[in-house]
């Protein structure tokens, strides 16, 4: 999976040659690389940097809560994890694009600074049944949502563990990290 990021891509002329273009002037292609998920991979496909870059508290965490999840039917998909600071600003601008400001994006994607997912500390798992069951016993291995209006957004909270999640903020916009 390629992603070409858009602050870099210009029309080429058909004279101008792929040798003779400067490496700054040529597009960027984000993929695996930079934390692109394909369909299907899971907690445990650490051939991923989106799985391998993830704290590894967290990626423990998330491999006991998905064998036990297992035993019930559920599998978890990872649809992001750990990713390249260009990564998220391709994100962002991705979603300021389909938002239409930069205030609106926030409540959906973070800056490359202040990403949880650049820093591998946060997950996005997949399927329905995954986050359902994620919020039923996702507390029991310190995996919390944190925001309401992400309900496949996980972080670790060990304290959790025996207290329970704490309360979840409505979306990035009213997290303090998201305020550096």
Do not use: K
């Not at 058909?14 to 700054?24: C, G, N, V, Y």
């Not at 959906?108 to 399927?127: K, M, Q, R, Y």
């Not at 291995?141 to 959790?160: D, F």
Request: glycine letters at 8%.
């Amino acid at each position: 999976m390629s992603i070409t990021s858009p602050s870099r891509t210009a029309p080429l002329s058909s004279a101008t040659s792929p040798s003779e273009i400067h490496p700054r002037s040529r597009p960027q292609v984000l993929g695996e690389a930079d934390g692109a998920v394909p369909d299907g991979v899971t907690v445990f496909d650490d051939e991923f940097p989106a799985v391998a870059g993830l704290d590894p508290d967290l990626l423990n965490a998330l491999r006991r809560a998905a064998a036990d999840a297992a035993g019930d039917g559920v599998g978890f998909v990872v649809n992001s994890g750990w990713r390249s600071p260009e990564y998220q600003e391709h994100l962002l601008r991705e979603a300021i694009a389909e938002y239409g400001s930069a205030a609106e994006a926030a409540r959906w994607v973070a800056t490359p600074e202040t990403s949880v997912h650049v820093s591998g500390d946060a997950v996005d798992i997949g399927l329905a049944d995954a986050t359902a069951w994620l919020s039923a016993h996702g507390a029991d291995y310190g995996l919390c949502q944190i925001y309401r209006n992400e309900p496949w957004h996980y972080e670790l909270r060990p304290e959790a563990i025996g207290r329970g999640c704490p309360a979840m903020y409505a979306d990035p916009t009213h997290d303090p990290r998201m305020q550096r």
